[in-house]
């Protein structure tokens, strides 16, 4: 058996591919049952940023919560909702984690942490703010994390939301999931200033920025920022670099990427492979043990989809109920 | 014991006593202790018009004082509420929710729907409404109906002390976020208020006179105005059933149909603009499940399709006053 | 680029960028501006000034050997090249065996430093140096130290290592590091940082060699191009007749 290089046990490396593969294997296929015509409504992919997810969420505690974007299906699987509930929920059906009531861009499971997926960019910034503040008066060193895009990293509840945790010293950790485009619209253009760290320091706090395709930078960047949070340092920005394998939502035609740009980065820049290659590098994970391990999810996706399309969507009573607690 | 006290102290009253009994309400809101960081006195104003003085005096921590930043605190005081917190949120003006509306009706309001029931947001976002301190356009508005028209939030307005503080304490205890809508003109107005804590259930409008030959239905300030013109008409010989709404959502509409159905005669006042008001919703309703009942047409009395005017000769027409009330009361006679 | 007649760059960056910019563009003189933070390499100046001073140095105004100063610089090569790679100020040997997110706070793991210059007025890695035996660019030279981890080692260091941070760390030896004498690393793995980042990781396998060069690339040297502007009053005169000259 090879020693271990890595701050992390093989147990655990096994876990974070399991987690990471999972995400990947769910995106492509709902990718594929989408094109099929059977997913209702606006679905957005998180293939090819798994490393971002599992990199934070590795870290984080059942109390911990976390706000996230309308690319909530990576987030919701790293942070451990239900993989068969969460199809069932973009299936639109009655087992789902919602009940059928959210799809795929409210999917959410406060049971687990998880304040939802976000139709509405930005929104999830004050709501991770009202997290900290309740995890602040829970005093167990719990702290929330705010996901946003380089899109929504221009919007005012985000940039409101910054000053907020920094003078209430909140324990919040902001992560800017730059994968380059909001919708079609390129990053560059976009955000003024050249660096998030500049924004961070422009709002009291710090800021890091790492390869977002890195699993072991995310883990290592993150677990700093966050052990800061829970010790009472207060909030602070970590950007991940990194870039989606598929369009803003599904249907798009991505035609605002050079061309040959995604085979590119599928060859290239695939957090999935170079995991995989440093951990089997290094000994510590065979090729044998991630075969094992992508099999038994394949399976459990499989699965997840033939349940879906066999559940049952809700019913008209289920129409009028859950607007309120009592009315 | 009820003693005499103000619509203002009523509301400090529900807001101290629910503090005490639970340290989960945590007030937030734009100077509500006023003076964080400012090297002058502590609590130097609690709140614009002092309604949350003294608070920060007796619960510290469990008050805090906010940026001018809405979508961010109103937003943190939902996240918070989803997380076990009872926050109490002020939205300075009702004028200001134009920078914050999004946490409100597309976050708080359908959490508990879209997340399949799992979510609970027992936030309360109190905010001053109303006309009638020359506030002018952006700080005078009602407001009160694009609240009620979302599913998810409920609307609270009383319209004297009593009512205050027993609508904000349960309010507080509700467990769905609640728009409280304090009238920025009745703070002063004072009446008998009990020195317990105690409840008004929501969707329990309250008959604040019985008449026989019309109704009158309000809410706010303009109950005020309706029991004025129920008073002179009175002195005519027309006796008018006055109701209050006390919530506009949930309502009451069984009471407002038991006197419909009783007198025949409906008048709503609204100091709201007229379009898609509560007013017309009132109205519709009666309309369509007292058709019957009714032996005249229905009369609203609301404030004109214009913003609020500054000038004290304007704003005192652009509000319903009681004279405008009693002469719709005629109409239906 | 020497061949188009760049006569010199300015560098916008950190410690990576300047590292970058002399791995690959070296035969040219290089302005650094400092942004961010931490960084050790580039010298403070008003960006204005800068700009001036590489302007008049770069239109020939100044003369070279005034214009210009030569630096040493570190380089690093794995099993004889089969990786190599530079470093402008400082060379780190940790014990941590993976790069994660590169940069270096942890001061418990490091083993060796090899510096260019030992400034102790600057914060980061060469400041362990610095408060040891301050070595300046223009000295000959370098510094090599060899640490311990600080809880098994009595001679202790209190050195900022970065923006608000004093760490401590287990010093062992050290000595001057002389010019064109490669140096084998002891330990058998780990990872090397360069300039404050990590970047190459190395197992038992592995042959690094560690070798200071001199005059190895240049820099303007701000400072005296100013101070050779005024002395012979170079601005004197309105905007288009300094162009015409």
Request: proline share 4%; hydrophobic share 40%.
């Amino acid at each position: 058996m090879s020693d271990n290089p890595f701050p992390l046990s093989r147990d655990e490396l096994l876990n974070i591919y399991q987690t990471m593969r999972t995400i990947r294997e769910f995106e492509e296929r709902v990718h594929v049952e989408f094109s099929r015509g059977d997913i209702p409504g606006f679905v957005h992919l998180y293939a090819g940023e798994e490393a971002s997810a599992t990199g934070i969420m590795t870290h984080l505690r059942k109390d911990d919560r976390i706000a996230s974007t309308h690319r909530g299906h990576g987030h919701c699987i790293a942070k451990g909702v239900d993989v068969k509930g969460m199809m069932a929920e973009i299936f639109g059906k009655k087992t789902g984690v919602c009940g059928g009531k959210g799809g795929s861009m409210h999917i959410a499971d406060l049971d687990k942490g998880m304040m939802g997926a976000n139709g509405i960019l930005g929104a999830g910034a004050p709501l991770a703010c009202g997290a900290a503040l309740a995890a602040k008066y829970r005093d167990k060193g719990d702290i929330a994390i705010s996901f946003v895009g380089d899109g929504a990293s221009n919007q005012g509840t985000f940039l409101e939301s910054l000053n907020l945790a920094s003078i209430w010293n909140l324990p919040v950790v902001f992560v800017v999931e730059n994968n380059g485009y909001a919708e079609s619209t390129s990053v560059d253009w976009a955000v003024a200033c050249d660096s998030y760290v500049d924004r961070a320091s422009g709002f009291g706090m710090p800021g890091v920025t790492v390869d977002g395709t890195d699993f072991f930078a995310v883990y290592e960047a993150a677990g700093e920022i966050i052990r800061r949070a829970r010790e009472g340092g207060g909030p602070s920005l970590l950007e991940c670099k990194m870039i989606r394998f598929f369009g803003h939502f599904e249907g798009d035609a991505q035609t605002y990427r050079a061309e040959g740009e995604v085979d590119d980065i599928r060859a290239k820049r695939d957090c999935l492979k170079s995991f995989s290659k440093t951990v089997t590098a290094a000994g510590v994970l065979s090729q044998a043990d991630l075969e094992a391990c992508d099999s038994k999810i394949v399976s459990l996706v499989d699965e997840a989809v033939s349940e879906a399309r066999e559940a049952d969507f809700p019913i008209e009573a289920d129409l009028l109920t859950d607007v309120y607690v009592n009315y | 014991m009820a003693r005499t006290i103000s619509y203002k102290e009523a509301i400090n009253e529900a807001l101290d006593q629910e503090m005490t009994r639970d340290k989960l309400v945590i007030v937030m809101g734009e100077d509500s202790i006023g003076g964080t960081g400012s090297p002058g006195e502590d609590d130097a104003w609690g709140g614009p018009m002092g309604v949350t003085k003294g608070l920060y005096g007796k619960h510290g921590d469990q008050i805090m004082d906010t940026p001018l930043s809405e979508s961010a605190y109103i937003g943190a005081a939902i996240g918070a509420a989803t997380c076990g917190m009872r926050p109490v949120a002020e939205m300075m003006f009702v004028d200001f929710m134009g920078v914050c509306f999004d946490q409100i009706y597309n976050q708080a309001a359908k959490f508990k729907y879209m997340f399949g029931g799992k979510a609970e947001t027992p936030v309360v976002i109190r905010t001053m409404v109303g006309a009638g301190i020359n506030a002018a356009a952006q700080h005078s508005q009602m407001l009160t109906s694009i609240f009620t028209h979302i599913p998810g939030l409920k609307v609270v307005c009383p319209s004297n002390p009593y009512d205050a503080k027993g609508l904000l304490i349960q309010s507080i205890r509700d467990n769905d976020p609640v728009i409280f809508c304090e009238h920025k003109s009745l703070y002063g107005v004072e009446g008998e208020v009990s020195e317990e804590s105690y409840v008004i259930p929501f969707a329990e409008a309250n008959v604040m006179r019985d008449g026989g030959d019309v109704t009158i239905v309000a809410y706010g300030m303009m109950v005020g105005k309706a029991m004025d013109a129920a008073e002179t008409l009175a002195k005519e010989g027309v006796e008018c059933d006055v109701i209050d709404l006390r919530t506009l959502s949930p309502i009451d509409m069984e009471t407002v149909l038991e006197s419909v159905e009783n007198t025949g005669r409906l008048v709503v006042v609204d100091e709201a603009n007229p379009r898609c008001s509560i007013a017309t919703d009132v109205s519709a309703q009666v309309a369509q499940q007292a058709f019957k009942s009714l032996k005249a047409q229905i009369e609203m009395v609301t404030a004109p399709h214009t913003p609020v005017p500054f000038a004290s000769s304007l704003e005192d027409i652009y509000i319903p006053s009681n004279d405008s009330v009693a002469i719709a009361v005629r109409k239906t006679l | 680029m020497v061949d188009s007649g760049v006569k010199a760059i300015v560098v916008l960056g950190g410690d990576g960028t300047h590292r970058a910019v002399a791995k690959v563009c070296g035969q040219v003189p290089i302005a650094g501006i400092s942004t961010g933070t931490n960084n050790a390499f580039p010298e403070h100046h008003e960006p204005t000034i800068t700009g001036l001073a590489v302007g008049l140095a770069a239109t020939g105004r100044i003369p070279e050997s005034v214009a210009f100063t030569l630096n040493k610089l570190l380089s690093v090569k794995i099993n004889d090249g089969e990786r190599s790679d530079i470093a402008l100020v400082d060379v780190v040997v940790s014990t941590e065996r993976y790069i994660g997110a590169r940069a270096l706070w942890r001061t418990d793991n490091l083993r060796e430093i090899f510096v260019t210059f030992a400034d102790p007025e600057v914060i980061g890695m060469s400041a362990i140096a610095g408060l040891l035996e301050p070595v300046f660019r223009n000295d000959f030279g370098g510094l090599h130290v060899l640490l311990d981890d600080p809880k098994v080692t009595k001679n202790l260091l209190q050195v900022p290592i970065a923006p608000g941070l004093i760490s401590t760390v287990g010093v062992q030896s050290w000595k001057q590091l002389e010019p064109e004498k490669p140096f084998t690393l002891r330990q058998s793995s780990g990872t090397i940082a360069l300039d404050g980042e990590r970047e190459l990781e190395f197992g038992p396998e592995d042959t690094v060699q560690v070798t200071l060069h001199e005059k190895a690339f240049r820099t303007v040297n701000v400072g005296a191009c100013m101070r050779h502007t005024g002395q012979h009053r170079l601005l004197v005169g309105a905007p288009l007749e300094l162009l015409a000259t």
